[in-house]
């Protein structure tokens, strides 16, 4: 791109450079031989031209030509070399200058690499390449036989370096809403992985500790059995294994999940089976009556097409209420309602065991709070705490706006 671009300078460079040589009308410097109204050719031929080399311009020559071409290509290094295209250009500028050619567009080259160096390098860096090219270009225009006398070099001197503070001046803007705009990416970044691992954590959570439980369930009935029933304990082994597998699989398959949003693992680190949502409430119920607590499930309404976190979130907050009564409401049977709505879900977890003390959502155990944050990540609200009947009650609406309601095949 930079030397697409140098290479559309050069002509603008080189033929205004040839042009700011002259002044036009006769009589105003050094004319051309032959040239003039009465030269050869007529007034239209070569004689016609009565444009002179202003007073005290060296004419251009190779010398010149080699200069200018310096500096227009120093600008095809601009952004991976800025500091060396400013010294380059401030150089080859100043030579340009001191050697007495016009004033002209090679000054271009040097605001474009003044603009450059500010716009991606330090200030210190930039401000002191800049000051020495400034002064360069001073001494420079100084020693011009066409200098002028001390008011002309003291404006000039100020018109270059209010011109070279604006470019640079630019310059750190560009660099400044550069630097807000990369800061700005990586605090989204920073919290995008932040959320990721949080919900990584939460669905751990929920498939680690739904299965321990049910595997210390298993096991403290096991082990009570074991001498007087055997048979019991071999049950209760084969539930620990299942319960310890199935968790496991959903363990896999939620960690395989993540991996390929982050582009990594390939078809071997598939889930196993799709991501659990409403739709395994029975398996679930199954899962719990095997651990010793009883589960209704009772489904009101038409199966909408849920939105996959909404579905998430649900039979997550319907798992962890199940775990928590069979953790802590001792003997006890469950009951889980689900209510399709237009435009939501509402899910009941309800149990007719002890009432868990102070375990309400503002405060309470991790797991209460677990829920309160899934509902609150799709926009829905959960309370929870003891009913005045006994027992405890968990209760969640989970919006997901409108959605096309199907019949689910049996």
Not at 14 to 20: E, I, K, P, R
Not at 229 to 234: I, S, V
């Amino acid at each position: 791109m930079d030397a697409l671009f140098a290479l559309f300078v050069t002509p603008l460079v080189l033929f205004g450079s040839f042009a700011a040589q002259y002044s036009p009308g006769p009589g105003q410097g050094q004319e051309w031989e032959g040239h003039g109204p009465g030269g050869p050719g007529g007034p239209w031929g070569p004689g016609s031209w009565t444009d002179a080399i202003a007073p005290g311009v060296t004419p251009l020559d190779g010398i010149g030509v080699v200069l200018l071409l310096t500096t227009v290509i120093a600008l095809a290094l601009r952004r991976t070399r800025p500091l060396a295209t400013l010294l380059v250009t401030g150089g080859a500028t100043a030579i340009y200058l001191a050697l007495g050619y016009a004033y002209g567009p090679i000054l271009f080259t040097v605001a474009v690499a003044t603009y450059t160096a500010h716009s991606t390098l330090p200030v210190r860096r930039a401000g002191g390449a800049t000051i020495g090219v400034f002064v360069l270009l001073v001494v420079a225009g100084v020693t011009r036989s066409d200098a002028g006398g001390v008011l002309a070099q003291l404006s000039g001197a100020a018109g270059l370096g209010i011109s070279l503070v604006a470019c640079g001046a630019v310059g750190m803007l560009v660099r400044t809403r550069r630097w807000s705009v990369r800061e700005r990416y990586e605090d989204e970044q920073r919290r995008r992985a932040y959320e990721e691992r949080l919900t990584v954590a939460r669905e751990v959570h929920d498939v680690v500790g739904h299965g321990l439980a049910v595997i210390n369930m298993q096991a403290g009935v096991a082990l009570h059995v074991l001498d007087r029933r055997p048979e019991q304990a071999r049950v209760a082994l084969e539930a620990i294994k299942a319960a310890s597998k199935d968790s496991l699989e959903e363990l896999r398959g939620t960690l395989a999940v993540f991996r390929s949003q982050d582009g990594e693992g390939g078809s071997e680190e598939a889930p196993r089976r799709p991501p659990p949502g409403l739709h395994r409430l029975d398996a679930l119920g199954e899962a719990m009556a095997a651990s010793g607590l009883q589960v209704s499930i009772t489904v009101v309404g038409d199966r909408p097409e849920v939105p996959a976190a909404v579905d998430l979130a649900a039979y997550r907050i319907v798992q962890e209420s199940l775990t928590n009564v069979l953790k802590h409401a001792g003997p006890a049977t469950a009951g889980v309602r689900v209510t399709y709505e237009p435009g939501a879900v509402a899910v009941e977890v309800t149990d007719d065991g002890q009432a868990r003390l102070g375990d309400t959502i503002s405060g309470g155990g991790h797991g209460l709070t677990g829920m309160r944050e899934r509902a609150a990540a799709v926009g829905g609200t959960l309370e929870a705490g003891p009913r005045p009947a006994g027992g405890f009650a968990v209760r969640a609406r989970l919006p997901f706006g409108e959605a096309q309601s199907f019949k689910e095949t049996p």
